[in-house]
C-alpha cells in the first residue's frame, strides 16, 4: 500500500495560517493526494485533494511539491474549529476506493 | 441533501453474539465502503461495494460480511463478536469506484461495544 508519513501533531493559533506537511516519496505517477480531517466524534471530511497543480478550494489549499513526493495542507486562518486529525492519503489508481489512513496529525487551535 | 447516514448510533453487545449495521448512500452515490477505527487509530478498509458486488476487502476474518441492496444502501454483519472488535464502525459513499480522483463522504458512524 502506498504509504504517507506526517508528524504525529502540530500547534496553532487562532487565526494564523497552518501549515501541514506530508511526505510521499513513493507515489506514482496516476496516485491522487486526498487530505481528509475528523473532527472529534465524527467521521473523517474530505477536505481537499490534488495530482500535480497547486488546488485550492474553500476549505483549505493544498501545495504539490515539483517531484510531487511531498505536499501541504494549507489552512489559511485557522479556528477553533479546525481543530482535528488531519489525514493524508494516496488514492492509488486501479485499487479501487479504498483509503488507507496513517495515524495523521493532530492538529490543536490555541485561541 | 442528506449526507450518509448510519444506525443505530450506538450499540452494546456481548461477546460470541452478532451484529448488523446499517448505512443509506447519499442520493446518487452507488459505492459504499466500509471501515472500522479502533480508539486512537486511523480507519481501517474492511469492504467496498458497487452496484451490489464486492469490489474490495480489506484483512478481516470471515465473521466480516456486508452486502449491498437496490437501492444502494447496505448492510455490515459481524458473527461471533470478539471483545476487539469494539471500535466506531464508520460507512462512506462515493459516486464511483474505481475512479481514484472521487472523494468519498462518510457518516457519523456506528459506537459498538462488545462485553
Known amino acids: 500500500d502506498a504509504k504517507t508519513t506526517q508528524p504525529n501533531s502540530m500547534e496553532s493559533n487562532e487565526e494564523e495560517p497552518v501549515h501541514l506537511p506530508c511526505n510521499h516519496s513513493?507515489?506514482?505517477?496516476?496516485?491522487?493526494i486526498h487530505w481528509y480531517r475528523q473532527l472529534p466524534s465524527q467521521g473523517p471530511e474530505y477536505v481537499i485533494h490534488?495530482?500535480?497543480s497547486n488546488v485550492n478550494n474553500r476549505m483549505a489549499s493544498l501545495a504539490i511539491a515539483e517531484d510531487r513526493k511531498s505536499s501541504t495542507l494549507i489552512l489559511h486562518r485557522a479556528t477553533l474549529r479546525d481543530a482535528a486529525v488531519y489525514y493524508c492519503?494516496?488514492?492509488?489508481?486501479?485499487?479501487?476506493?479504498?483509503?488507507?489512513f496513517g495515524q495523521g496529525t493532530e492538529l490543536s487551535v490555541k485561541p | 441533501d442528506a449526507g450518509v447516514t448510519q444506525s443505530p448510533t450506538h450499540l452494546i453487545k456481548t461477546r460470541g453474539q452478532h451484529v448488523t449495521l446499517r448505512c443509506s448512500p447519499i442520493s446518487g452515490h452507488k459505492s459504499v465502503s466500509w471501515y472500522q477505527q479502533v480508539l486512537g487509530q486511523g480507519p481501517q478498509f474492511i469492504f467496498q461495494y458497487y452496484e451490489k458486488e464486492e469490489r474490495g476487502r480489506g484483512n478481516f476474518p470471515d465473521r466480516f460480511s456486508a452486502r449491498q441492496f437496490p437501492n444502494y444502501s447496505s448492510e455490515l454483519n459481524v458473527n461471533a463478536l470478539l471483545l476487539g472488535d469494539s471500535a466506531l464502525y464508520l460507512c462512506a459513499s462515493s459516486l464511483a469506484v474505481s475512479e481514484s480522483s472521487y472523494e468519498q463522504y462518510f457518516g457519523p458512524g456506528t459506537r459498538l461495544t462488545v462485553t
Open positions: 490534488g495530482l500535480t
Open positions: 513513493t507515489i506514482s505517477g496516476t496516485d491522487y
Open positions: 492519503i494516496l488514492r492509488v489508481y486501479n485499487q479501487g476506493g479504498k483509503l488507507i
